[in-house]
């Protein structure tokens, strides 16, 4: 099996994400997953659909999921953090 | 076919949002779409994470759909927007 090519989104500009995987595909990927957490989850929305209207019209989204993350915060609380991955592929 | 039920998140408080989707359900509703745009679509997951973990443990994510919603700014400048569905239904 293929190593899982990971874009991980945070608070940097939608293009930067858009790019990372963009270089992903053009080094052969056939797949990328995008991951986000938090606030930066409707940013990795916006990559993906950035990439659907401008760069890869027909980028085909294979899977989005949902789920939650405990994180522990500097003060030892915890705290349950929203995630969401979504799996982009070339299209054929 | 039954009318779709619909909780649009936005800026208030996650909690809200959990409490519409349950008074949906506890009303005869076997599904409910949450929809959201832009920012609004980290809450729209936190909605289902919460409703997952403290309310409806065996909650069925049947769909998510992302897209992108042109709007027109006061200034009459249009702009893109991210939009995301999610389909949960009510375990069987």
Same mark, same amino acid.
């Given at each position: 099996?293929?190593?899982?090519?990971?874009? @991980?989104?945070?608070?940097? #500009?939608?293009? $930067?994400?858009?790019?990372?995987? @963009?270089?992903?595909? $053009?080094?052969?990927?056939? =797949?990328?997953?995008?991951?986000?957490?938090? *606030?930066?989850?409707? *940013?990795?929305?916006?990559?993906?659909?950035?990439? *659907?209207?401008?760069?890869?019209?027909? @980028?085909?989204?294979?899977?989005?999921?949902?789920?939650?993350?405990?994180? =522990? *915060? #500097?003060?030892?609380?915890?705290? $349950?953090?929203?995630?969401? =991955?979504? @799996?982009?592929?070339? #299209?054929?």
């Amino acid at each position: 099996m293929a190593e899982e090519k990971v874009v @991980l989104v945070g608070r940097k #500009p939608v293009m $930067n994400y858009v790019m990372a995987c @963009l270089t992903f595909f $053009n080094s052969g990927a056939d =797949e990328v997953t995008i991951k986000a957490r938090g *606030r930066a989850i409707s *940013r990795a929305v916006d990559t993906v659909e950035l990439m *659907r209207k401008a760069f890869m019209k027909d @980028l085909e989204i294979k899977d989005i999921r949902i789920g939650t993350e405990q994180m =522990e *915060r #500097p003060d030892g609380s915890k705290v $349950n953090v929203s995630t969401m =991955e979504i @799996l982009i592929a070339k #299209p054929k």
